[in-house]
RNA sequence: UCCUGAGUAGCUCAGCCGGUUAGAGCAUCUGACUGUUAAUCAGAGGGUCGCUGGUUCGAGCCCAGCCUCAGGAGCCA
């Protein structure tokens, strides 16, 4: 058996005369005789010459746009222009057909409305091609950089019984009968009998669990899927998405923001040096797609440009009292733009506030402080003004909140007296409050969401785009 | 969930004030051409006008309800 070479290692061979066998999909035959042939290992085709006067016309037919294809030849300097190998070919064999009548998939530009609908053919445009190459890239960073630096990866449960975290509304697991569920006696529905002895859920966040393994290694991360049952029809919002999470003992706040940005920058440059076609390809796309917009709702810098400037330039560090002020003294507030105007402190700020200090003011990442405890969730660390909590949230251009994170409240006593006050049950979250019985320490952590910071480094616009099979409000088709 | 907009050929879209046989480009098919770059040229086929009901002599167009999608808001990562 003939073994066979990537696509990508072909174009970068200078073996002249050397055979070469390659398989992959049709993008487009042109001229009866150019087979543009694409693998996945590069966003860029090959180009397969075929001699078709010497070629069974029959064959030359089942050429078509998504058929597999496998091809023999030998490996040429081009004749044409446009590219400078391609293939002279021996052979050529039909792998799988592709009736062209019923094929989705055209050689012209799909609305990303259209390839989300037919999201298990969308992998073969030159754009998913593109955003699935950076999102594996990014996925593999966040492993090499958390490994770098001796954080354990905690898989944290998928399947969990407390109700009490308040990130959201939650997902249902069960094995009851739906239709006839049993009962106990008061009527309700008697959840002994379930699976678990308990009602359970979908997480919505591996936190607590991931702050239970932080008091043993230190440092951990969890990278994972969560679930949240929330009625989100928005270009950012996913029912199934994918957080990474770090929890790290003896880390304050200022620790805890320095390592969400210099995750950030190493995440996005390690694309930046290992998928740099994808990234000018996507850069394009955006130009082109931007060229229907007014020429102000235009990004300023190109796709790699804004990737280069984020991973040159710190983060801009600013407290939520501090925004407050720039946000009621900008001209948008006095001139009532806002939709939402700033008047008093402990307003919780709404997207076009942040949007307003990190794409008009700041103009760079924002990390954003010290909000009002009333506004942010129990186990965060009360300040000394008893006011604020250690909280801290990463705002970007474009997609706003990317990290959401805290140094968290470790005194037992302050803890359960905040839960108490946001009606958070403390007996069923026994196992967590142990943490603050048994060798408490000054510990942080944040989420961050993984299809956002894809979206982010690739510049498309809506959170469907990045992830394989979406899954939102009435749609979990795939 | 709320606000706004959309749903017409495989795709992207046009369709006048309600009027006779619903159009275009691309794709597909047939033929020609053969160093093309989303090839080109000629011809052909292709429609439950989102669904249901209503108004009307007559509805793609007007009205009501529903469904789906997109953008914005909320919830958040």
Redesign the pocket.
């Known amino acids: 058996m003939v073994k066979r070479t990537r696509i990508k290692e072909v174009l970068d061979s200078t073996a002249y005369g050397s055979e070469v066998t390659i398989k992959g999909w049709v993008r ?1 035959f ?5 087979i ?1 042939l694409n693998d996945g290992s590069t966003i860029n085709n090959i ?1 397969a ?1 075929v001699d ?1 006067n010497n070629t069974d016309e029959s064959l030359l037919k089942r050429i ?2 998504g058929a597999a294809v496998s091809v023999t030849g030998e490996l040429v300097e ?6 400078k190998v ?1 293939i002279k070919a021996k052979s050529v064999e039909i792998l799988g057909d592709c009736d ?2 019923t094929y ?1 998939i ?6 990303l ?2 390839l ?1 609908e037919n999201a298990h053919l969308r992998f073969r445009t030159n754009t998913f091609g593109a955003v699935f190459r950076v999102r594996h890239a990014l996925a593999f960073a966040v492993h090499e950089f958390f490994n770098k630096k001796g954080f354990v990866y905690m898989h944290t449960p998928i399947i969990t019984a407390s109700d009490a975290e308040g ?2 509304e939650m997902f249902k697991v069960t094995t009851l009968e739906l239709g006839n569920p049993p009962r106990n006696e008061a009527g309700e529905i008697d959840f002994k009998q379930d699976f678990f002895g308990r009602a359970t859920n979908l997480t919505v ?1 591996g936190q607590l669990e991931g702050e239970l393994a932080a008091m043993a290694f230190g440092e951990i991360y969890t990278f994972g899927p969560t679930f ?1 049952a ?9 029912a199934e ?1 994918w ?1 990474i999470e770090p929890e790290m003992a003896f880390y304050d706040l200022v620790d805890n923001m320095n390592l969400a940005e210099v995750f950030i920058k190493y995440v996005i440059g390690y694309v930046l040096t290992n998928n740099r076609e994808d990234l000018e390809f996507l850069g394009q796309r955006l130009v082109e797609e931007e060229k229907q917009k007014p020429q102000n709702e235009r990004s300023e810098l190109g796709l790699i440009e804004k990737l280069e400037f984020v991973t040159n330039n710190d983060f801009e560090r600013v407290t939520y009292t501090e925004a407050i002020d720039i946000l009621k003294n900008s001209k948008q507030n006095k001139n009532k733009k806002f939709q939402y105007l700033i008047e008093d402190w402990g307003a ?1 700020l ?3 506030h942040e949007r307003y200090l990190v794409e008009k003011h700041f103009k760079k990442p924002v990390i954003l402080t010290d909000y009002p405890k009333d506004i942010k969730s129990f186990y965060m660390r009360l300040n000394e003004d008893g006011k604020t909590v250690r909280a801290m949230d990463i705002l970007v251009p474009g997609i ?5 994170g805290s140094q968290r409240e470790e005194r037992l006593d302050k803890l359960t007296k905040r839960m108490d006050e946001m009606g958070i049950p403390t007996e069923e979250l026994w196992w967590y409050l142990d943490t603050r019985r048994f060798g408490a320490c000054e510990h942080s952590g944040f ?3 993984f ?2 910071l894809v979206l982010f480094t690739t510049g498309m ?4 785009d990045v992830i394989a099979f979406p899954r939102t409000p ?2 979990a088709e795939f």
Request: hydrophobic share 20%.
């Open positions: 487009t042109r001229n009866n005789q150019f543009a180009q010459v078709f078509t746009t081009s004749l044409g222009k446009g590219q391609e062209p009548e989705p055209q050689p012209k530009k799909h609305s409305e259209f989300r990130a959201g966040s949240r929330e009625n989100s029809n928005t270009t950012r919002h996913l998405f957080m919780d709404q997207s076009e706003g909140e990317l990290v959401g989420g961050l969401g299809e956002r616009t809506n959170i469907r009435k749609n």
